[in-house]
């Protein structure tokens, strides 16, 4: 099985800063891990895809990294906007998907 | 293309009364899943399915029963609903195994929101 961490519940920023969210896992080396973005009243939706022989990944605003030396991936969203605001959650794959409690961002104006 | 497509989306129980969640995809995902969500809990893993006829238990088991006797449909059957089975209901499927590039994304569905009294 899997423990997957996620730092601080809830991560305030001002609106165009880099947040920086953190997720941890314990057991073994994933061949890849996920991020989620959630809305409030809405269910997950995948944003990116990390895996073990990766660095780091980019998408627009959204990058992502991996260190297995670490059991760490970093998730940044530079120049934050407030519609980044939601809460994002890491998973794991292994036998079914492991699920951090999820970060809680919010970007102030 | 639909996606994962859950229903109801609202429902209120009486304690002892049973029901069942739907859960249907359109994607032909051998990997389908049940979780439930409540405040300051996250995703906790109720059932999950690898496929036609497999079933297993996930971190929550206790009070709710799946069955998968199709590639499409997952649904969640709670036999004697309880208060503390009051959440937030979510569906999600994906790929599974090696075959689509190996790494498997989840297609969660809109959630069901259970209320039992």
């Known amino acids: 099985s899997q423990k997957i961490e996620q730092n601080s519940e809830a991560l305030n920023i001002q609106e165009g800063k880099t947040a920086t969210l953190t997720c941890n896992y314990t057991?073994?080396?994933?061949?890849?891990l996920q991020w989620y973005r959630q809305d409030p009243g809405r269910g997950p939706v995948f944003l990116l895809l990390i895996r073990e022989n990766e660095k780091e990944k980019r998408k627009e605003r959204l990058k992502v990294t991996f260190d297995t030396t670490l059991k760490q991936s970093l998730f940044h969203i530079t120049a934050s906007q407030p519609a980044d605001s939601a809460t994002y959650l890491c998973?794991?794959?292994?036998?079914?998907?492991?699920f951090g409690t999820g970060t809680s961002l919010t970007v102030i104006p | 293309n639909a996606g994962v497509t859950q229903t109801p989306k609202f429902q209120v129980l009486k304690t002892g009364q049973s029901m069942t969640l739907q859960c249907a995809q359109d994607m032909n995902h051998e990997y389908m899943s049940w979780y439930r969500q409540d405040p300051g809990m996250g995703l906790r893993l109720i059932h999950y399915?690898?496929?036609?006829?497999i079933t297993d238990q996930g971190e929550v088991p206790n009070g709710y029963n799946v069955s998968r006797s199709t590639t499409e449909d997952f649904p969640l059957r709670l036999l004697s609903a309880a208060p503390s089975q009051t959440s937030v209901y979510f569906c999600a499927s994906s790929y599974w195994g090696q075959g689509h590039s190996g790494a498997n994304v989840l297609t969660f569905g809109a959630g069901s929101r259970l209320t039992v009294l």
């Open positions: 998973a794991v794959p292994g036998n079914q998907f492991y």
């Open positions: 057991n073994y080396s994933p061949a890849y």
């Open positions: 399915s690898v496929g036609a006829g």
